[in-house]
Nanobody
Framework: QVQLVESGGGSVQPGGSLRLSCAAS????????MGWFRKEPGKGRLFVAQ????????RYADSAKGRFTISRVNTMNTMYLQMDGLKAGDTALYFC????????????WGQGTQVTVSS
């Protein structure tokens, strides 16, 4: 079992930045994939970025490339999503997630943190 708690959401103007954090506890994260997803009202949950906890390899959705950076601090069991150049279209509830195994299939989810981009 992995427990996840997100923080760092808030309201920001277009062009601004936010850094989301995801604190993990419970079972070891070694070998797992950790990811960020987002959900807009009335829409499904969309992939934003993922990182392999052991290797550090990353992957981004096209919408995140060049603006968002995913990272982790192994010793703190914490994952981050640095979001720069925020747009109104980035407004959503952001979730972090962890895979159960060594494949990027996500079974553990946090409660989410709201990001609102508005002038």
């Amino acid at each position: 079992q992995v427990q996840l708690v997100e923080s760092g959401g808030g309201s920001v103007q277009p062009g601004g930045s936010l850094r989301l954090s995801c604190a993990a506890s419970g079972s070891t994260l070694s070998g797992r994939f950790m990811g960020w997803f987002r959900k807009e009202p009335g829409k499904g949950r969309l992939f934003v970025a993922q990182i392999n906890w052991s290797s550090g390899s990353v992957r981004y959705a096209d919408s995140a490339k060049g603006r968002f950076t995913i990272s982790r601090v192994n010793t703190m069991n914490t994952m981050y999503l640095q979001m720069d150049g925020l747009k109104a279209g980035d407004t959503a509830l952001y979730f972090c997630a962890a895979s159960r195994s060594l494949e990027p299939v996500y079974d553990y989810w946090g409660q989410g943190t709201q990001v609102t981009v508005s002038s």
